[in-house]
């Protein structure tokens, strides 16, 4: 995992001051449309990779959710918040390991996952969702984009953003499109605060 390791980035990865900053950058606003035009059914299977203090289950009817993350803070908030015996945490990396234990899912969500991996860790990552993915399963990813003529104030963020690994739409969909046949791609420019965001849903 490619990701800037210092004490700011450390700071701002506590669950606390992570959902402040989402609030400020409009990041929880947007993910929570993302969820509210694809989620409406209950009852479904949810795997969330990288799920963070798992604030997305704000948004979400009753479902069956698992969710995995490597901040010890936040699944230990997430527990907290979130006490239901559908919902399980695990402060693990997913790996090949973990997808022996798991059902087969409906959504699997990668907000903010893919610009922390490099393209082997990609196409690892990938690979184990396909095999836990149901037959109408979707996959939904969102993450910072560079772009051409791109806001400065966005590009500076974006630059600075804690995984090292943001791509341009080419390079995003060449690494989809190794694993997925269908692939709704979404690029937006968020005028307050500037930044740009890349989304798709993805089925095999």
Not at 127 to 149: R, V
Request: hydrophobic share 35%; proline share 2%; charged share 30%.
């Amino acid at each position: 995992m490619a990701q800037r390791k210092n004490i700011f980035h450390n700071f701002i990865n506590n669950p606390f001051v992570y959902k402040i900053i989402q609030k400020i950058m409009s990041g929880t606003s947007f993910r929570r449309k993302i969820i509210k035009n694809h989620i409406r059914k209950k009852n479904l299977k949810i795997l969330d990779i990288g799920c963070g203090p798992a604030e997305i289950l704000d948004y979400i009817q009753d479902c069956e959710y698992y969710g995995y993350d490597i901040d010890k803070r936040s699944i230990e908030y997430a527990k907290k918040k979130y006490f239901n015996k559908r919902y399980r945490f695990f402060c693990k990396i997913f790996n090949k390991k973990e997808i022996s234990k798991l059902p087969k899912f409906d959504y699997i969500i990668l907000f903010g996952i893919l610009h922390h991996l490099n393209n082997d860790e990609v196409n690892s990552i990938l690979n184990l969702c396909k095999k836990i993915m149901k037959k109408n399963c979707k996959i939904l990813t969102e993450d910072p984009i560079l772009i051409k003529n791109q806001n400065t104030i966005a590009k500076f963020l974006i630059q600075k953003d804690r995984g090292m690994n943001v791509r341009n739409k080419k390079e995003y969909l060449f690494l989809l499109k190794n694993h997925f046949k269908i692939i709704n791609y979404k690029i937006v420019s968020q005028l307050f605060i500037p930044y740009t965001w890349f989304t798709t849903v993805c089925k095999k």
